[in-house]
């Protein structure tokens, strides 16, 4: 049998290898509840696994996990940056925020990232690899572990595209929801997309429950081509009809990002063109200056640029919000804390 990662198994998979073992059925729970409920990260912890079996899984399926190697704390609000190291070296980013209804953390689904948005630091390298389900949960757990807190909800929002790495990325989301493990509400959790529209389909029909964030950055498809090379690939009638087939299956209101960048989608007349482009949809807009990037020579909308934005779209009936800005005093930008914290170098 052709195994994951321990941290990927699900508890019939555990099942499965424990019978081939000769080791009974029951023990899958155990262990399975031992890493997904209790925050345990070695074999060696697990004391009611009989020592012998505790030796053979240390041998044959060890366990990657996750690991804090820096926690970036922001002075201004809660918000915490982690750099964590995976098994083979690889790092990537995690952050921790405080809202009023509990903990959300943003992970991230892969080394780098492909996509090329010119507004990100995580894509400056590409992509490395991808994370396994194991290890996308295991930035949880370990959180948890080092702050003594429970995280409520969890956005796939950090380096990669999670849809570029699709079976990994629902295995996750089986994983973290499952009864027998964490048990995270298939509610409170967020999947951000580029717009992969074809990934964007699939993930509609299996209606899973889970909120879609689409980022979409731009009016319309020449604004989006300068900053996003996604939309090369997909115009933006493609992206808003597979959002659109999106809420028909689920019934699940869209969010989408638009970050504001400062003269070059921050104007009114692109406030009107996006409000027309969405009216009718079943969607909510995240307005939120750019963080700047170092390497980029974009920056962010003033404040007055971002309510006078708002305010058309709020006119226009389009429900928005404007995200609140979170820890500003760290590297708030994606990728801007592994690339200063490691050897990455552009590709
Ligand atoms: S914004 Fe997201 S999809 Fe775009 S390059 Fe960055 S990590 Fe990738």
Redo the contacts with the bound molecule.
């Keep these: 049998m052709k195994t994951p990662d321990a941290f990927s198994m699900m508890p019939d998979e555990w099942k499965a290898y424990l019978l081939s073992q000769g080791e009974k059925a029951f023990r899958a729970q155990q262990i399975f509840g031992w890493l997904h409920k209790e925050h345990v990260f070695s074999y060696g912890e697990m004391t009611n696994l009989p020592k012998v079996l505790r030796d053979r899984l240390d041998a044959e399926l060890p366990l990657h996990s996750a690991t804090i190697a820096l926690a970036q704390r922001s002075r201004s609000d809660d918000t915490v940056k982690y750099l964590m190291t995976l098994w083979d070296g690889e790092q990537i980013e995690t952050v921790l925020m405080r809202y009023h209804y509990g903990y959300s953390l943003c992970i991230?689904s892969?080394v780098?990232?492909?996509?090329?948005?010119r507004?990100?630091?995580?894509?400056l390298a590409g992509?490395k690899r991808d994370l396994t389900a194991g290890e996308m949960v295991s930035q949880i757990y370990a959180v948890e572990a080092a702050e003594g807190v429970t995280v409520s909800h969890v956005v796939v929002?950090?380096?990669?595209?999670p849809f570029?790495n699709y079976d990994e990325l629902i295995r996750f989301l089986k994983l973290i929801t499952d009864p027998a493990g964490k048990n995270l509400s298939i509610r409170n959790l967020t999947v951000?997309?580029?717009g992969l529209t074809d990934e964007m389909r699939r993930f509609a029909d299996l209606d899973l429950g889970v909120t879609l964030a689409v980022?979409l950055h731009a009016p319309n498809d020449e604004v989006r081509r300068q900053i996003?090379p996604?939309a090369n690939r997909f115009t933006m009638e493609e992206l808003l009809a597979a959002c659109r087939y999106y809420t028909d299956r689920t019934h699940r209101r869209i969010t989408f990002e638009y970050a504001l960048i400062r003269d070059v989608n921050d104007a009114a007349a692109q406030a009107k063109e996006l409000a027309g482009k969405l009216r009718g949809m079943l969607a909510h807009v995240n307005l939120i200056p750019l963080n700047p990037v170092t390497e980029r020579d974009l920056s962010g909308s003033d404040p007055e640029r971002v309510r006078a934005f708002a305010n058309i779209l709020e006119k226009e009936h389009i429900p928005v919000t404007v995200r609140r800005e979170m820890g500003q005093d760290i590297d708030a930008a994606?990728?801007q804390l592994r690339r200063r914290h490691s050897s990455v170098k552009e590709g």
């Excluded at 507004?119 to 894509?123: H, N």
């Excluded at 929002?157 to 595209?161: D, F, K, L």
């Design positions: 991230s892969q780098g990232c492909r996509m090329g948005c507004f990100c630091a995580s894509t992509r929002m950090g380096c990669g595209e570029d951000s997309t580029c980022s996003m996604v994606c990728g």
